[in-house]
């Protein structure tokens, strides 16, 4: 398993500042999310893990390496991500888009062999896509696709997990047993999340991020208090220990909010 280390990263773009001096470390085995509003610079930085943006300032690191000096065929086959930038015009079969997860693995054309073929029907029961390997990814819902991109990151065998709000589009279900998958399946897990419940419940430890800047990191009953989450959401929550885990849960009193109210003056149509 993979250790990661985010050092003093920083990302601007155009002159403007998206991720401010960043640094979290994410431990071999260990589940870390990422929360913040909107803007706060959780996808870019996961971008910089994954390799789609390049670092302004400072260095992500793989088990003490610095991540660009790794070849790209050496480090996709060693971080798998879900991203939200997954859209796909071509007309693949799932099973062959599950198959796309093999292919940081080959330097040649040759089919999957035996052993391959297996963990890619693997991957698509943990994600419970079997019944839909042959159709086309283009007739299957936002949810169902969803959890074939997840199957093709399973298929890559990553040491690294980066997923950025994978838990976008799947109904009840799945997003329990994705969840549930991640804290048990022994990779390093670095994942961004909007829902705070789902994060506290999932992940070992939390950094939250507020325009590109970490304001605090730690265990989720550690980081997540009233005033914490008013300061960096805006809303202030009761906040509650789950009768069986004891991982905090979040309340919001939603009659105290009027910001969308279309009877007031702001809201009403001109």
């Known amino acids: 398993m993979m250790r990661l280390v985010l050092d003093a990263v920083s990302v601007e773009f155009a002159g403007v500042a998206l991720v401010r001096a960043l640094s979290l470390k994410v431990g071999s085995g260990e589940v870390v999310g990422m929360v913040g509003p909107n803007g706060s610079g959780k996808s870019t930085a996961l971008r910089c893990v994954y390799r789609a943006l390049r670092p302004t300032a ?38 062959e888009v599950v198959a796309l997860g093999r292919f940081p693995h080959h330097e040649d054309k040759r089919a999957l062999n035996v052993r391959e073929r297996q963990l890619c029907e693997k991957a698509m029961r943990r994600t419970d896509v079997p019944h839909l390997a042959d159709r086309s990814v283009l007739t299957l819902s936002g949810g169902e696709r969803q959890r074939v991109l ?35 399946c022994g990779l390093t897990v670095l994942i961004a999340l909007h829902d705070l419940n789902l994060a506290a419940a999932t992940c070992d430890r939390l950094g939250v991020l507020k325009d590109g800047e970490l304001v605090a990191s730690g265990a989720p009953d550690e ?20 009768p069986q885990t004891g991982a905090p849960r979040l309340l919001y009193d939603l009659t105290s909010r009027d ?12």
């Open 58 to 95: 400072g260095v992500v690191r793989v088990d003490d390496a610095d991540l660009t000096t790794l070849a790209l065929r050496d480090s996709a086959r060693r971080v798998a991500a879900v991203t939200q930038e997954n859209q796909s015009d071509l007309d693949f079969t799932v099973r």
């Open 150 to 184: 997840i199957a093709r990151a399973l298929a890559q065998e990553p040491e690294l997990l980066v997923l950025d709000e994978p838990t976008n589009h799947l109904d009840l279900r799945h997003q329990v047993e994705l969840l549930a998958f991640l804290r048990r």
């Open 223 to 242: 980081v997540l208090t009233p005033d914490l989450v008013d300061r960096v959401f805006g809303v202030r929550p009761v906040i509650v220990a789950h």
């Open 259 to 270: 910001s969308f109210d279309m009877n007031s003056k702001e809201g009403s149509a001109r």
